[in-house]
Structures are given as C-alpha cells and as structure tokens.
C-alpha cells in the first residue's frame, strides 16, 4: 500500500506539473516586451476568481512581466489604460463569463473590442455559455470587425463552439489558477465540508445527511466586509507614494490573497470536500484534499475536469447528490 500511494503522489504532481506547463507553453508566444493591460480583476466574495487572478499574475511575474495598467469593471478609465500601454497587448481576466450568465463582463468584453480594433486583446481561458443566438451573433460581430482577439477556453466543449461561431484564433489552455505557487492544506475540522453553489448557477437542490458524521454546508460568497474595508485601508497606507496603477495593482493582490486564504480555509476544514464549483474542484486538487464534485447548471465542471483532471485518483465525479453522499463517505474510509 505505501508503494501504490507514492505513486499515486507522483501522478498527481505529474498531472499538475502538466497543467502548469501547458499554459506557459500556451500563453507564453503572445507576452512580448511592450507593456501591457491586465483588465477586469474580480473585486466580489468569490474565491474562485481570486484564485485565477494569483494564478494570472503568478504566469505574468515567473516571465519577469507586471502588467502596467490594471482594473475592474467599475475602475476601467480606457484613456488612463492607453496611456499606459499604448499599443501593448490587453489581457483579460479569465474565468467563466464569456457569454450571457453574467452579461457586464461580457458587455465590457464586446465594448474594449469596439474602442481598440487592430490592437491585440487576449481573452485568458474561459468557458462559455450563450442562451439566446442573438448574443452569439453581437460577439461574432465584434471579434470579426476587432480583426486582433484570441480567445483561450478551458474545455473541449467551449472550443468547438468558439471555432464555429468566432472568426478568431482559438486555444484550449488549462483554467490560470493552476499556475498558482504551491498550496498547504490546514488540519481539517469535520468529517465533510459541502462547498455548494447558491447563486442562479446551481443545479443540486437538497440537503446532504451523513447521519452521524460532522458535517458543514456552505458557500464562498459571504465575506466580511469590516476585513475587506481594512484591507483597503492597509494598502492606502503601505502604497502611500506609490503611483496610482502601481497601488491599485497591489491592493488588488491583498485582496485577492485574503480571499484565497478564506477559501482554503473552508475547503481544508473537511476530510473530504462535496463541490459543485469547479474551483472547490481546482483548489482541492491543488489542496490534494479528497473530494466529490457534482456539476453546474450547465455541465461546466464536468466539460473543464474531461479536458484535464479525470485521471485524479482522489477526485469522484457524481451526478446527484445521494451518489455524491456515498462517494463521499467511501473516500473518508
């Protein structure tokens, strides 16, 4: 048994070496040496985006790169970002906002495609989903007349619809956050920890029961605010004579970081971890934390873990909540 679960490390480590080294090998071509745009940090609760921006700029710093200008849907100033990057490429945060689920990502993705044709935007690896074909056709519209996007997705699925609908180049490239540095997992607390969407992305309705086990249900949109109002506070006085954009940058990362440390925090707290998010699945994996996951409401998770991660020997995938129940109490064994 010890030799079978040191290879099983080793496979693991392997596995995600891999990933690491498919987005440098994927994204590393398109960084020259102007400076350049990192757009739409995720300044909300979830975790999830927290870790794809450490990850993003983790990639940006092992290539000796900072991006010269970043911002927020709320603190974007186009003229402010021309003047501090001129022509140099625009990066845009990955995740999974590429279509109609959260429409002013995407309005603000169609928009800088308007403003800037002809200079290069690269949209970091999303996944995407459309409701309506009306919407397919206004990004199709603004991708072919913005003559310079490349669109990188982070599953087979969202390829195949990218090649048929967008005249751009298109790359399957894993999600960011597998670029963050090494990850500890802290003691858990409980027996499961049950990490389920509560937001219009949710497909798994019920409650779990695990009859005498320790058992806690959460999510990772609900943070505190006073943490987050002295964090802000913190970096005006730690950035004090800094320049504007430098400031913003660093604020940005405390937050970020402060975010990931509450998400590991609830995700170590079990044994074993039941998710519907796919970065409860992606932080576990990274945690190497025991977990089950279950998929969204429009099989985001499983389309993502088909491209990259199904050989996981301490992952199960399941369909409902009941099979997710028993996964999870056989891998606590």
């Not at 998710?275 to 996951?293: C, K, Q, Y």
């Amino acid at each position: 048994m010890p030799e079978q679960l040191t290879l099983s490390n080793k496979m693991e480590t392997n596995t995600l070496g891999h990933l690491r080294q498919e987005i440098l090998n994927q994204i590393k071509p398109l960084v020259d040496d102007l400076p350049f745009a990192l757009l739409d940090f995720p300044d909300h609760s979830n975790v999830g985006d927290s870790a794809i921006w450490l990850g993003e700029k983790q990639f940006f710093s092992d290539l000796g790169r900072s991006p010269t200008y970043v911002s927020n849907l709320k603190s974007h100033v186009s003229n402010q970002m021309e003047q501090a990057i001129g022509q140099g490429a625009i990066f845009l945060h990955g995740g999974g906002n590429f279509g109609t689920i959260w429409k002013s990502h995407q309005d603000f993705r169609v928009e800088l495609m308007s403003r800037f044709p002809n200079q290069r935007i690269i949209q970091l690896p999303q996944s995407i989903y459309f409701d309506n074909y009306e919407a397919v056709d206004e990004t199709a519209q603004a991708i072919e007349k913005h003559g310079k996007f490349t669109l990188f997705v982070r599953d087979q699925r969202s390829l195949e619809f990218a090649q048929c609908h967008f005249q751009c180049e298109v790359f399957l490239c894993p999600d960011m956050a597998f670029y963050i540095e090494p990850l500890k997992r802290q003691a858990p607390i409980q027996d499961f920890y049950y990490l389920m969407r509560t937001d219009f992305e949710r497909s798994v309705m019920g409650k779990a029961s695990h009859p005498g086990y320790a058992v806690e249900i959460g999510d990772w949109l609900t943070e505190d605010k006073l943490q987050i109002r002295i964090a802000a506070a913190t970096s005006k006085l730690m950035d004090f004579g800094q320049s504007p954009e430098i400031a913003r940058a660093m604020k940005y990362d405390r937050l970020a970081q402060m975010r990931m440390k509450r998400g590991i925090g609830l995700l170590s707290s079990g044994r074993v971890v039941v998710t519907d998010r796919l970065h409860g699945h992606i932080l576990s994996t990274l945690l190497g934390i025991p977990h089950v996951t279950l998929d969204n409401s429009y099989g985001k998770l499983q389309n993502f873990i088909q491209a990259w991660t199904s050989d996981l020997s301490f992952m199960r995938t399941a369909e409902t909540l009941e099979e997710a129940q028993l996964f999870a109490e056989g891998m606590l064994s």
